[in-house]
DNA sequence: AAAAGAGCTTAAGGTAGATTAAGAATGGGC
DNA sequence: GCCCATTCTTAATCTACCTTAAGCTCTTTT
């Protein structure tokens, strides 16, 4: 098991010592998923938060006209799960699938509550992303009410460099909210405006 | 000080001990605000974590065209604050006002974190109202990407029953994403409907 | 009680982005 | 190295929602 991304990422928020370090890690569950694998679907209970190692999944709802809105993605270093779900341990609303090969580490609620029992520090560490979480969904809102598609656009590239060239640019349509003809009549737009 | 409905908050999340509420109550500062009074300005370090008494407050952004967008709410009983900044303690992008007079308790940066040093029960505290809010976030989000105006106000009539009718519909329709000029029509178009 | 302001409604005309449909380019599986 | 899938592009048409502007109804102020 490959965890030295993990560990890092924890470090920046909270310093443990081997010996958390070591019931932390016996916590987790790795797991491979290949492209197109589903690790959750709609309406089931979301047991497990997950932690990617490599590889890129995508967390997404479906309308009543069949078409797919993706609510978040998860490259490597990132966590995701249905965290409705997660939380209340009822049928959740996100399916979340691999959008790349991927490598991740499992932590199920269970084990959660009972780390945060023996290490009480990691109440912390959760208390902090999730704070980050939510202030990038709360920027994301900000932005879905305040700015043209061209924009919205613009601020994902920013945010998220690493995905431009990496995942078909109709998840990146998805993600921002228009279709994939529109993304790609403005891409053309903004080359001629010479944006791009 | 009223101190009843913030201890009624905490206790559905964690139990505390006489002498945990005191610490904690001796940490707040409460203030009476005036319709239209700001708490906070664009710009300005969000230095407190403002938890509401009574009345009801909202920040909000105004975009490049002057225009304000809603993001959140927070009627009697809520929790609210410019998270970026209280997070960072940089400058922020949203501005709190008063929707009616209101009386709040304000927790500082500084005595959070001292109480997360006295009473680490209060950091799961914390964890688990910035899950559920981030839960919101994310609903909030989908809804954007994947709903028409139309059930987006549905939806807001659903989970704020309370403001309907206690706060002018233009900030309604600023939360929503919509001119108040189309949630007019809506409404009317509504009400032929026999929706209404 | 008049005046001023703030919010709501109505309606005509405009635009960002959706829909539909077709063809072109890419790329993964064998 | 070929084939079928998936993805991307283009363009015409359509629509949900915006803009502008005017008049109306409450409040609040004087």
Chains 1, 2 share one sequence.
């Not at 047991?47 to 490597?76: K, M, Q, W």
């Amino acid at each position: 098991m490959d965890s030295e991304l993990i560990l890092k990422s924890i470090a920046r928020h909270i310093a443990l010592e081997p010996r958390e370090e070591e019931i932390f890690l016996k916590l987790l569950q790795p797991l491979k998923i290949k492209r197109k694998q589903f690790l959750l679907h709609r309406g089931e209970v979301c047991r497990h938060a997950v932690f990617v190692n490599s590889g890129c999944l995508r967390g997404y709802t479906i309308d009543a006209n069949g078409f797919e809105h993706i609510l978040s993605f998860a490259p490597t270093g990132w966590w995701i799960a249905d965290m409705y779900s997660y939380i209340t341990q009822e049928g959740g609303y996100l399916n979340i699938d691999a959008l790349e090969d991927a490598q991740v580490l499992q932590l199920s609620k269970e084990h959660q509550e009972s780390l945060f029992a023996q290490v009480p520090k990691f109440e912390r560490y959760y208390r902090i992303i999730t704070e980050k979480s939510l202030v990038s969904y709360q920027l994301r809102t900000l932005d879905n009410l305040s700015l043209t598609a061209q924009d919205r656009y613009l601020n994902f590239c920013r945010r998220y460099p690493s995905l431009i060239n990496s995942i078909p640019q109709k998840y990146i349509a998805s993600y921002i909210g228009v279709t994939p003809e529109f993304l790609s009549k403005m891409r053309k737009d903004m080359q001629k405006q010479g944006l791009w």
